[in-house]
């Protein structure tokens, strides 16, 4: 009983639009493939959900009362899968294109929808969930990414959309996050030299307001080559984990032989003399310490209560308010060498 736009409805398969220019986008049978219903469609198109509720809410509730449901533009992109986009003819692709770099609302809701077709046309998104590009313009020189697909780029509105949201041909730094890092999510064998080498030379070349951002998204990967007193293998391992490799240092973790210290002199030789002093600086900010790390150690409450000082208050020291946990500190290394304490490695420290 309810009027399509070809035909009628019954109510369980009506849905009314917010806007009607939506209905120009969206068909009846695009719409049954994003509600999982065959027999879908668009109703009272004409009036449109937003301009009834303003002009007469009654009506809009009676609308809403015989309808499944209404959509906005929100809910529209909401329900776009990589599956329907596989599915639609570039010449419709680039008709949504358009329609969503019309306003900026649109466009931000996209970035991480997989709206685009990749070489292979398998559906990606311009965007990862942490902001990062992953979706890049065809390149001669380098493989290895999703690239946007060749048709798409014969539209020049299309060409143009894409570009404001930052897609371009792969930097150094879009190589390290979409070609290197992810290696490091499995346990398959690395060569972490070349790898070493291309971090180093972004963090030299990025500029000063983006070191603290690059540093952090790598800082936690395993990549840095190590080994420790009691085991000659080079091993690699978080910046984080390692000591900078000094005699005062060697001398203070003698009776902590699995100390882990940075394979220094193989970084040196890797990066030559005129950057040692960006090394020092690279390795520094990755966390590898200097001096002994402060090391805190979770406390249940019985061990807490244990170690207690006399206070007025009845709660024991190490309680940290924030996390609400017991945490107490020590000194890496501090045990091991009272547990081996002699005259030599008192003179040391």
């Known amino acids: 009983m309810l009027p399509s736009s070809d035909g009628f409805v019954s109510r369980q398969n009506a849905y009314w639009l917010s806007y009607p220019q939506n209905a120009e986008i969206i068909s009846n049978q695009q719409l049954a493939a994003l509600i999982g219903n065959e027999h879908a469609k668009w109703v009272f198109v004409s009036l449109g959900r937003a301009e009834t509720q303003r002009a007469d809410k009654m009506l809009s509730a009676y609308i ?6 209404w959509l906005d533009e929100e809910k529209i992109i909401e329900k776009i899968t990589g599956e329907f986009i596989e599915t639609q003819p570039i010449e419709w692709l680039h008709k949504f294109y ?10 931000r809701l996209i970035k991480t929808k997989p709206i685009f077709l990749n070489q292979d046309n398998k559906a990606v998104a311009a965007l990862d969930t942490e902001g990062q590009t992953i979706l890049f313009l065809p390149s001669d020189v380098i493989s290895g990414y999703d690239t946007i697909n060749p048709n798409l780029l014969d539209n020049e509105d299309t060409v143009e959309f894409i570009n404001s949201l930052g897609i371009k041909e792969p930097s150094l730094r879009d190589e390290i996050y979409n070609i290197i890092l992810p290696q490091y999510q499995s346990d398959e064998p690395i060569d972490t030299d070349p790898h070493f080498q291309k971090f180093f030379k972004y ?4 500029q000063q307001s983006e070191v603290e951002d690059y540093i952090d998204l790598i800082r936690n990967y395993e990549f840095i080559s190590y080994r420790s007193a009691d085991d000659d293998t080079v091993y690699r391992g978080k910046a984080s984990d390692l000591y900078w490799p000094t005699e ?8 902590k032989p699995d100390t882990r210290f940075v394979e220094l002199n193989e970084y040196k030789a890797l990066v030559g003399k005129k950057n040692i002093t960006f090394l020092e600086s690279f390795l520094t900010e990755l966390g590898v310490e200097k001096e002994p790390s402060v090391i805190e150690h979770e406390l249940d409450v019985e061990q807490a209560y244990k170690i207690r000082p006399s206070h ?4 024991p020291a190490p309680y940290n308010m924030n996390t609400r946990k017991w945490i107490d500190r020590y000194i890496d290394g501090c045990t091991e060498i009272i547990d081996n304490v002699s005259a030599e490695t008192s003179n040391a420290l």
């Not at 005062?248 to 009776?255: A, N, S, V």
């Open 203 to 206: 963090y030299k070349e990025c």
């Open 312 to 315: 007025e208050w009845n709660r």
């Open 98 to 107: 358009s329609y969503v770099s019309e306003t900026t609302g649109r466009t």
């Open 248 to 255: 005062d240092l060697h001398k203070y973790f003698e009776p």
């Open 64 to 69: 809403d009362s015989l309808t499944q449901g």
